[in-house]
């Protein structure tokens, strides 16, 4: 049954809806067009984005470097079932970040300052904030390295990568800015092929992956280093942040929870896929005893795996390198957009044209430039800030999770989607671990010898 609201008076009672309702509500319709038809997979299309985005722009700079690292300094005996394991951990924090933000309609950052108070919500935005500065740059690291690959000067490489940024937020349209994203994040693909050129032994990665290798050369610093690095490339704050916005800002509702979860698993699998694919791809520098130590950014990787995977392989694997830094640098600067904004109380969302969403779009542009900035200094050790920064957004994950978990066991928020024994446990578990390698690091950082 239809019904016109002008017979009701409802339209003149009503205030006239903002350009932001308007969008959301449009796309909303055809949702529940979809769901109405049973049209099973064009829902899931139209529900799927920040699931998908969120794990591939975490597969970001940085990310695909330390895999890289990990493939050239110790193979994929180890390493590649250590990286599974860590993005079933990445799925289990963003589907509690998933329920929260349909339970609630908020943000995060939003949340913790209602529910925790000013003090614990500037905490948390300064945990977000340090770790998405450094996070930011090594994305324009990555950039200017793929750049670099092909003969771009950075300074033009890091030109392109903010006028990216700034370009997908004049769309001012949520639903087209995701899907530009999600056309971009399929590059990250590329690391696929650039792997099968490096010939892997099929049953050597099968074997891995079934029995988990021993611990390659012992417990050392480095491998802890990459250890946090590997956990830091899958699961960071900026992760929890970001979702949860993009959550409340698609509109999804507790019927979309089902979706909301393939969404997310959808994105860990492909996630998980590149990266394992980057960490063979990488593979052959260990095989043949390359040094990567002195490598300066992720463009040195291309051009020393050009003898082992050819010119096309590491064509593929710069190309890729360019999108997991410009994809993450989209998505990193949007998060911090929607948390500086929903910690001043300021509208937050991507369907806001200028005059309403200045200071929401204009931290997104500010952020970009400066980081821009800052990869144009000279000298800088670029791989050793890259690797640094996965570390330090491990060391800084727990207290996120701390947050996060607080407030998906408040009954009065969740209002039925709240977490039971299972999710706890394996949350609390991911903190504990969390906080056991980053206190093993803390360790042998300060006692050099202690692990003889």
Known sequence: MSFDLRDTGAAEAAPPMSLEERLRARDRSRILASRASGRSFRL?????????LVM??????????????????????????FILATFVMAYIVQEMTVRLGIATGRGHAELIFQRFGPF?????????????????????IAIQAGGLYFGVPT?????????????SLLLRRYATWERLLMGLAAFNLLFIPAALMAHPNGHALAHAIAHWGPLPGGLDTAFVTLILANIGATVTPWMIFFQQSAVVDKGLTRADLPQGRIDTAMGALIA?????????AAAP???????VANFASGADFASALRPYIGTTGATLFALGIVEAGLVAAMTISTSSSYALAETLSARHSLNLDFNDGRLFYGAAIISAVVAGGIVLIPGAPLLAVTLTVNVVATLLMAPALLFL???VNDREIMAGLENGWRANLAGGTIIIAISLVGALYGAITVFPGILG
Do not use: C, Q, R
């Not at 722009?57 to 590649?80: C, H, K, Q, R």
């Not at 945990?127 to 998405?132: P, S, W």
């Open 44 to 52: 899931l299309w139209l529900l799927a984005g920040p699931g998908v």
């Open 56 to 81: 591939l722009g975490e597969n970001d700079g940085p990310s695909m470097v330390s895999y890289a690292t990990t493939g050239a300094t110790y193979g994929i005996g180890f390493f590649v079932p």
């Open 120 to 140: 614990w919500g500037y905490f948390a935005m300064a945990d977000l904030v340090f770790g998405n500065v450094l996070t930011l740059v090594t994305e324009f």
């Open 155 to 167: 300074w033009l490489s890091v030109l392109v990568g903010i006028g990216m940024i700034v370009g």
């Open 272 to 280: 998980a896929v590149t990266a394992i694919a980057t960490v063979v």
């Open 285 to 291: 520098l260990f095989a043949h005893h390359i040094d």
């Open 405 to 407: 978990l607080l407030l």
